[in-house]
């Protein structure tokens, strides 16, 4: 897959693309893009997906900071794995925010994207304060000469299946739901930092994840997890939260290793939630803590 972070770059073919923000890139979003790619596949078109930096993104979300749902090279594996041949992820700067919805389609689409077919959502808005719809889009593509297909709202448990409603489940500690409808566990990902050593000392050694972009904050709790260390699986206990039992300032995420002794301070990894197991307690005496932590190790080994 070619991947174009120049915003200045124009592509070289003629493209169906896929437009969107496509953070996590959810069963509705691959359902969109796959409808994409086989149009493409009839028309002989290069199978395109136009997104936007989270990195950049995010710095013009108000009161939302950490809600990113994947990060950036989260979101270049997936779509390389779905078979995109073509990823152009443009950073969301000022100028792109002040574009007008006819600039943004002269410029990106027909210009650099040299786009034939275009794939968005129910609800896609674009432009200077989102003047930009779909009536707007399929208007314009018959004035520049290309086709709009419009996809319509994908459910799961008649609910419509959003990014938004996904960190609504994440932010309530409701993982299991929300992996299902990612279709794949909600991981974040970072580098492990030396923490204050306590787990240790109760005889559960703790990695401690310096996150690597500013994912949604799940609920403060217990959870099962899988961690990605090399590629390799490992069960493991994580517990995202602010430890009430040392009366600790902010929050963390520290993840205990089940059967797992090795050094891995500065490894980069990977921790997916796969369920919750129980909210954040202030226990009275270390005593009390071991003995909880010991059994949420039990359960989790229970059920896997």
């Known amino acids: 897959m070619k991947v174009m972070l120049n915003k200045y770059t124009n592509v070289e073919m003629d493209t169906a693309v896929a437009i969107g923000n496509f953070d996590g890139l959810h069963l509705g979003h691959q359902y969109l893009i796959e409808e994409m790619m086989k149009m493409a596949e009839k028309k002989g078109l290069t199978k ?5 930096d989270n990195n950049t993104l995010v710095q013009f979300k108000t009161n939302k900071v950490n809600n990113i749902l994947m990060s950036n090279s989260q979101k270049i594996l997936l779509l390389e794995n779905m078979g995109i041949e073509l990823l152009y992820l443009a950073d969301f700067t000022e100028k792109l925010m002040h574009m007008s919805p006819y600039d943004f389609i002269k410029q990106i ?10 794939v968005i959502g129910f609800n896609y808005k674009f432009g200077y304060k989102a003047q930009g719809d779909v009536e707007f889009l399929k208007k314009a593509g ?6 709009v297909v419009v996809i319509d709202p994908i459910t799961y448990g008649n609910k419509i299946i959003s990014s938004s409603y996904i960190r609504e489940l ?5 993982v299991k739901e929300a992996n299902a409808l990612l279709g794949r566990p909600f991981t974040v990902s970072g580098t492990i930092v030396k923490g204050k050593g306590r787990g240790k000392g109760l005889g559960f050694a703790t990695a401690n994840l310096k996150q690597d972009t500013n994912y949604q904050m799940p609920k403060f709790g217990v959870y099962k997890t899988n961690t990605y260390i090399n590629g390799k699986s490992y069960l ?3 517990n995202i939260g602010s430890n009430p039992t040392f009366d600790d300032v902010g929050f963390s995420i520290e993840t205990h290793i089940i059967d797992f002794n090795k050094d891995i301070y500065g490894e ?13 307690v202030k226990f009275t005496d270390k005593d009390k803590l071991k003995i909880q932590v010991k059994s ?3 359960k989790i080994i229970e059920s896997n």
Do not use: M, P, Q, Y
């Not at 395109?48 to 936007?52: E, R, S």
């Not at 018959?142 to 086709?147: A, D, H, L």
């Open 48 to 52: 395109a997906v136009f997104t936007f």
């Open 109 to 118: 689409i027909v210009e650099k994207l040299r786009a034939k077919l275009v």
């Open 142 to 147: 018959k004035n520049f000469g290309f086709e």
């Open 170 to 174: 994440i932010n309530n500690g409701l």
């Open 236 to 238: 493991s206990i994580t």
């Open 268 to 280: 980069k990894i990977e921790i997916s939630l796969l369920d919750f197991i129980r909210e954040e």
């Open 296 to 298: 949420d190790i039990e």
